[in-house]
């Protein structure tokens, strides 16, 4: 096989197609005969078109798929590798922000007890003091607990952590119908099975030009 596909002069034809084709004018029943042979002539110039170029098309791709199969067998391992390293990281850090966050929990709820007790005692101190109304008002007011945040302790990794943000339906009757999509697919297939026998509320099948 060499480099160079020559493509024998009459396919030079097939490069004046489109421009034969916008300049046909179907008025009679002669140009519309005179329009189906000419169709009819373009599948002959698409075979010989075919015959000059697939066989060099095959060669080509055989090449190529041979060519990448044997780069996968090199460049498959080390994603996988990747992929794996990924995954025990990102299992680390999830691991590690439980924990962070339980102990934020934990904290807090020392510093709650702690607050509620320090209440407590200054309320029994304005009582036996003789401060009934204090102690009440003491009593009275919410118990405030500064807020507990903990640094992460994970370090700052070079290797990128897939963290891809998705989404779940949680009630499908709240969902605007803008974000609701049609099933063309399903809706094509109906069409070219049943063509018009089959109404569908707010569809309409037809036939459109190939």
Do not use: C
Not at 12 to 36: E, G, M, P, Y
Not at 55 to 81: C, D, Q
Not at 136 to 157: R, Y
């Amino acid at each position: 096989m060499t480099n160079a596909i020559a493509i024998p002069e009459k396919n030079d034809k097939a490069l004046t197609a489109v421009d034969q084709a916008r300049a046909l004018v179907i008025k009679t029943n002669d140009d519309f005969t005179a329009a189906d042979q000419f169709s009819m002539s373009l599948k002959g110039l698409e075979k010989e078109v075919d015959a000059a170029y697939d066989e060099h098309i095959s060669a080509a791709f055989a090449a190529h798929k041979s060519l990448v199969a044997k780069k996968k067998i090199y460049a498959a391992p080390i994603e996988e590798a990747r992929k794996i390293i990924r995954s025990k990281m990102g299992a680390y850090q999830d691991e590690q922000e439980a924990l962070r966050v339980k102990e934020e929990a934990r904290l807090r709820e020392i510093a709650r007890k702690e607050a509620e007790e320090a209440a407590l005692n200054a309320a029994i101190e304005a009582e036996q003091s003789g401060d009934k109304d204090g102690a009440s008002a003491i009593m009275a007011e919410p118990v405030i607990v500064a807020p507990v945040v903990l640094s992460k302790s994970v370090p700052k990794a070079s290797t990128s952590i897939p963290r891809p943000w998705t989404f779940r339906v949680v009630n499908l009757a709240l969902v605007p119908r803008s974000y609701l999509m049609l099933d063309e697919v399903k809706l094509g297939k109906q069409a070219r099975a049943t063509q018009d026998t089959i109404k569908i509320q707010g569809i309409e099948f037809y036939q459109r030009p190939a």
